[in-house]
C-alpha cells in the first residue's frame, strides 16, 4: 500500500534546540531554605535593610502558605528543601562591570542561544539584560539609554543605586503575600531587571532580558519591575531557556507593572524553557506571577506571551485598570506538546470607569499534552462602563491531547459589556491534505496553518521577534516526517 | 483522435481496486489519458467518481486493493501527495477547505515555488509573483481584496471554486483533475470557470473533468467520455455519449454492462 496515512502525531515531535550546558565555575549555596540563607543571599547582594526585612516578612508568610492545587495540572510533591536558592558564575559574583569583563564562556553561551550581547551584533535595535541562574551577567546599551534618561539595569544594581524607587514599588503590585509562589519569590529572589522610563520618555529602543538557568538542582526566581512614568511608552521582552535535564527545576518569577497617566507598557515574552523529552520526563516548573497595575487615567497594559516551553506553566499575566479609560491587553500563543502541561491565561481587573481589556487566546495541543485557558474578567461597582472583549480559541493536533477552558465572570456594574467567544477544533486533515497537494511538505503545511490559527497574537509582538516565534513555533512542532 | 495517440501517455490506471473502511469503492478500474487530452467523467452518485480523484492525489483514506497506476511512466502510488504535486498533478477539489489567517497569496505563492524548484527552475519572488497572479485573477475576474483574504476563508462556494481554477492557472500542471468544479456555480461563473479552464487547454497537458452534469461540457469540450459505476469504466465515447447520457440517464449503460 502506497499512500502513506499522514500520521499527525508523528508531525509534532520535539527537538529543543537549547539544551546544552555551559560549563562554568560557580558559586552554589547548599540547597535548603531558611532564614540563614535569606540573609546570606541579602548579604551576596549588599542590600540595604528594608529590603532583607522585606524578605524574611515574606519567608515567615509563606510557611504559612500552602501550594497551589487548583490549577489543571499534575507533578509530583516539589521538596523545596532540594533546591539551591543562590546560583552564580564565579567571576561574576560581585556583578558585571562592562561586556569586557564577561567571561567569554558566557558571550559564547548567549551567542549560542542567538542572544549576541555585542553592541554590534544582529539586535542593534535591542537592549538585552542577560540574566544567568542567579545573577544578571550583562546589560547592553546602558549608556545610550541613560541619555534617554531611561534606567534599565539588573535588579541588583537598582537596590544600590536606585533604591527610593525600589521601595516606592516594589510588591505595591505583587503584595508579598499574593499567592504561595509570589511569596516564595519575595523571599528568595536573586536578580532580575528593572526599567523605570522617565515623564513623556518614548524608550528610544526595545528592551529585552534573556533568562537562562544553566546551574543543576537550583531553581531560578528573579523578579521584574517595570515603571512607565507619566505619558512614558516602553517596550520590553523576555527570553528563556534551560538546559536538558531529567529532573524537573523550578522556575517561580515575579514580574510587576506600573503604568502611570497617559504611559504605554508593552511586555511581550516568548518562553522557551525546556519541556521536558517525549516522555514527560524532566523540563521546568514555570510557576510565575505577573501582573501589571494601569494606576493612571488614559494608561496602557498590553502582554503578550508565546508559551512553548516548560513542562508545566502556571502562569496569569495580569491587568488592575485602576486608572479611567486604561486599557489592559493579553494575548496569548501557548503550545503543550508531548507531556507538557499548560494552566494559563490571564485576569482583567476593572476598577476604574470606562476601562477596557482585550483578551486573545489561542492554545496548541499536540502529543499528550494537557492546555487549560484560565481568565477572570472582573468589573467592580466602580467601573462604570467598563467593556471586555474575551476570544478563546484551541487547536487540538492529536487524539490523546487536550483542551480546556475556564473563564471566569464577576460583573458588578450593570453597565458593563463582556463579551466572550470560544472555539475548539482539531486541525484538520482536510486541511492538511489541501497544502500537500498543493506541494508542500508535510511540516511546512503543519507551520502554514498552525501560524495562520495563531496570526491576531504574533502581529501584536515585536517585529524582531514575530520572525523568532514563528520559528521557535516551528521547532516546538517539528517530528520526523516520512 | 488519431494524432494524439503519439503523444505522451500522462496517465495510465490498470485494473485498480480500492477500499474505505472495508467497503468497495473501485472495483477494476481501466482509464489511460494522453497529453494534449480532456476527458470527462462521468457517473451517478456514489460512482466512485470523487474517491478516484483523491485517491489519485494521494488521499490516505483509501486502500488500494489490487492494480496499478503509471503517471509519466512513475509508479503514482508510491509517491507521497506533495511529489505528485510537485510532479505537476493537480487536484481541483469538490469543497475546497478555509485555512483560516493562512493567507491566499501566501499559499499559493509556496505552492508555486515548490513546483519550480522541482522543475529546477528559480524560485519567483513576491515582486513577480504578484503580477503574475494578478494576470491570472484578471482572468478569472477575481478583485484584489482576494490577495488580502485568508485560503477560501468567508467565501461562497462559487468563489471557492474560482480559487480552485486560478490556482490551477498559476501552477500550470501537467494533468489536472478538476473535482465537481461546476458544482454550485451559476451560469455566469460556469463560464468563467470554463473559460478558465480552456486557457489551459495545451499539447503536453491533460485535463480530467468529474462531473455529473453535461452542461459544463458544453463549455470545455472532452475528447473523451467515460461513465463511472460501481467502481469501474463501463463505457467509454466521445463528447455524443455525454449527450446521450443527459438524455437517457445512467441506468441503461449498467444494463448494457451487465449483460455483456
Known amino acids: 500500500m502506497a499512500t502513506k496515512p499522514q500520521d499527525l502525531d508523528s508531525l509534532v515531535g520535539q527537538q529543543y534546540r537549547h539544551g546544552f550546558v555551559t560549563d562554568i565555575d560557580s558559586d552554589t549555596v547548599p540547597p535548603g531554605l531558611n532564614e540563614d540563607v535569606i540573609r546570606l543571599i541579602s548579604r551576596k547582594k549588599g542590600e540595604p535593610e528594608f529590603l532583607l526585612n522585606w524578605r524574611l516578612v515574606a519567608y515567615r508568610h509563606w510557611l504559612t502558605m500552602r501550594e497551589p492545587h487548583w490549577a489543571h495540572v499534575r507533578y509530583a510533591p516539589i521538596d523545596y528543601q532540594a533546591i539551591s536558592y543562590y546560583s552564580a558564575p564565579k567571576a561574576n559574583t560581585d556583578g558585571p562591570k562592562s561586556l569586557a569583563d564577561v567571561d567569554p564562556k558566557l558571550l559564547a553561551t548567549y551567542e549560542k542561544l542567538g542572544v549576541p550581547l555585542h553592541e554590534r551584533a544582529r539586535l542593534a535595535g535591542v537592549a538585552v539584560d542577560a540574566v544567568f541562574d542567579s545573577v544578571s551577567v550583562a546589560t547592553t546599551f546602558k549608556e545610550r539609554l541613560g541619555e534617554a534618561g531611561v534606567i534599565f539595569c539588573p535588579f541588583s544594581d537598582a537596590v544600590r543605586e536606585h533604591p527610593a524607587l525600589l521601595e516606592q514599588y516594589l510588591g505595591s503590585v505583587v503584595p508579598t503575600t499574593d499567592n504561595f509562589y509570589a511569596a516564595l519569590n519575595s523571599a528568595v529572589f536573586t536578580d532580575g531587571s528593572f526599567v523605570y522610563i522617565p515623564k513623556g520618555v518614548r524608550c528610544p529602543m526595545e528592551l529585552s532580558t534573556y533568562f537562562r538557568i544553566n546551574a543543576a538542582k537550583t531553581g531560578q526566581f528573579e523578579r521584574t519591575l517595570i515603571i512607565a512614568d507619566e505619558g512614558s511608552h516602553v517596550s520590553y521582552l523576555e527570553g528563556c531557556s534551560a538546559p536538558m535535564r531529567d529532573e524537573n527545576q523550578l522556575h517561580a518569577a515575579v514580574v510587576e507593572l506600573i503604568a502611570l497617566r497617559d504611559a504605554n507598557i508593552k511586555y511581550s515574552t516568548v518562553q522557551n524553557w525546556y519541556p521536558g523529552d517525549e516522555n514527560g520526563v524532566g523540563g521546568i516548573f514555570n510557576f510565575v506571577t505577573k501582573r501589571g497595575e494601569c494606576r493612571g487615567a488614559n494608561s496602557r497594559i498590553s502582554w503578550t506571551q508565546v508559551e512553548t516551553g516548560s513542562a508545566i506553566t502556571w502562569k496569569y499575566p495580569s491587568c488592575v485598570l485602576t486608572g479611567e479609560n486604561s486599557v489592559g491587553e493579553f494575548y496569548s500563543v501557548a503550545v503543550a506538546n508531548n507531556y507538557q502541561q499548560a494552566d494559563t491565561g490571564t485576569k482583567m481587573i476593572h476598577i476604574g470607569r470606562n476601562t477596557k481589556s482585550t483578551i486573545v487566546s489561542k492554545g496548541i495541543s499536540a502529543g499528550h499534552a494537557q492546555n487549560s485557558y484560565r481568565g477572570l474578567v472582573k468589573v467592580l461597582p466602580s467601573a462604570e462602563g467598563a467593556r471586555n472583549y474575551t476570544q478563546c480559541d484551541s487547536l487540538l493536533m492529536s487524539e490523546h491531547c487536550g483542551a480546556h477552558t475556564f473563564p471566569y465572570v464577576e460583573v458588578k456594574n450593570p453597565t458593563a459589556t463582556v463579551e466572550h467567544e470560544a472555539t475548539t477544533s482539531r486541525i484538520g486533515e482536510d486541511q492538511l491534505f489541501y497544502c500537500l497537494q498543493r506541494g508542500l511538505s508535510q511540516e511546512d503545511a503543519v507551520n502554514m496553518i498552525v501560524s495562520g490559527f495563531c496570526k491576531t497574537v504574533f502581529k501584536e509582538l515585536p517585529m524582531e521577534f514575530a520572525v523568532e516565534a514563528q520559528n521557535l513555533l516551528a521547532v516546538s512542532l517539528e517530528g520526523a516526517v516520512g | ?260
Do not use: C
Open chain 2, 1 to 260: 483522435m488519431t494524432d494524439t495517440n503519439q503523444s505522451e501517455l500522462l496517465l495510465e490506471i490498470k485494473d485498480l481496486a480500492a477500499e474505505v473502511q472495508g467497503r468497495k469503492v473501485l472495483d477494476g478500474l481501466n482509464l489511460e489519458v494522453r497529453a494534449g487530452e480532456v476527458h470527462a467523467i462521468m457517473g451517478p452518485n456514489g460512482a466512485g467518481k470523487s474517491t478516484l480523484a483523491q485517491l489519485l492525489a494521494g488521499r490516505s483514506t483509501y486502500k488500494v486493493t489490487r492494480g496499478e497506476v503509471r503517471y509519466r511512466g512513475a509508479d503514482l502510488l508510491s509517491l507521497a501527495p506533495e511529489e505528485r504535486a510537485r510532479r505537476g498533478l493537480f487536484l481541483g477539489f469538490q469543497y475546497p477547505v478555509e485555512i483560516p489567517g493562512v493567507n491566499n497569496v501566501y499559499l499559493l505563492k509556496a505552492a508555486l515555488n515548490a513546483r519550480r524548484r522541482e522543475q529546477g527552475l528559480p524560485e519567483v519572488d513576491a515582486f513577480e509573483f504578484l503580477g503574475l497572479v494578478r494576470d491570472k485573477m484578471r482572468l478569472m475576474q477575481m478583485d484584489d481584496s482576494f490577495l488580502s483574504r485568508g485560503v477560501n476563508e468567508g467565501f461562497s462556494g462559487g468563489e471557492k471554486k474560482r480559487n480552485e481554477i486560478l490556482q490551477m492557472t498559476v501552477l500550470e500542471p501537467t494533468l489536472a483533475i478538476l473535482d465537481e468544479t461546476d458544482s454550485g456555480l451559476d451560469i455566469d461563473a460556469l463560464k468563467v470557470v470554463a473559460n478558465g479552464v480552456n486557457s489551459l487547454k495545451r499539447a503536453d497537458r491533460a485535463i480530467v473533468l468529474v462531473t455529473h452534469y453535461q452542461r459544463l461540457l458544453e463549455h470545455i469540450i472532452p475528447d473523451r467520455v467515460h461513465v463511472l459505476a460501481a467502481g469501474r469504466i463501463l463505457k467509454s465515447g466521445d463528447k455524443s455519449l455525454a449527450l446521450e447520457l443527459e438524455r437517457r440517464g445512467y441506468d441503461w449503460v449498467r444494463h448494457e454492462a451487465s449483460a455483456a
